[in-house]
């Protein structure tokens, strides 16, 4: 299983990204997805998941209202639309697979995914 994130960059507070990770066909359709992001001194966290459906979606608090997080099933990719960004977003993110047993669960936790793309940095000025 291979990802590949990008999309990121240098924004201004307010402004808004759009992260894609793509995928193989196989991936796509036997494996849920999630977004992790980790800021400077920090543990990386959750951000977003998506379950193997598409039809379920999660968000940490501090994200709500702001991301979303949605899938290209033609183009075998996921996104994470970042909009009103701050400061406090700015981190490496990454993309993960796990094995979708269910269709519509998602995870929170990093342990749960055993693949993981490179990451790509977002950085928010003020």
């Known amino acids: 299983v291979q990802l590949q994130a990008s999309g990121g960059g240098l924004v201004q507070s307010g402004g808004s990204l759009r992260l894609p990770c793509a995928g193989s066909r196989r991936t796509f359709v036997t494996r849920a997805m999630g977004w992790f992001r980790q800021a400077p001194g920090k543990e990386r966290e959750f951000v977003a998941a998506?379950?193997?459906?598409?039809?379920?979606?999660n968000y940490t608090d501090s994200v709500k209202g702001r991301f979303t997080i949605s899938r290209d099933v033609v183009k075998n990719m996921w996104f994470l639309q970042m909009n009103s960004l701050k400061p406090e977003d700015t981190a490496v993110y990454y993309c993960?697979?796990?094995?979708?047993?269910?269709?519509?669960?998602?995870?929170?936790?990093?342990?749960?995914?055993?693949?993981w793309g490179q990451g790509t940095l977002v950085t928010v000025s003020s």
């Open positions: 998506i379950s193997r459906s598409g039809r379920s979606t």
């Open positions: 993960a697979t796990r094995y979708g047993r269910l269709p519509e669960s998602v995870a929170f936790n990093e342990e749960s995914y055993d693949y």
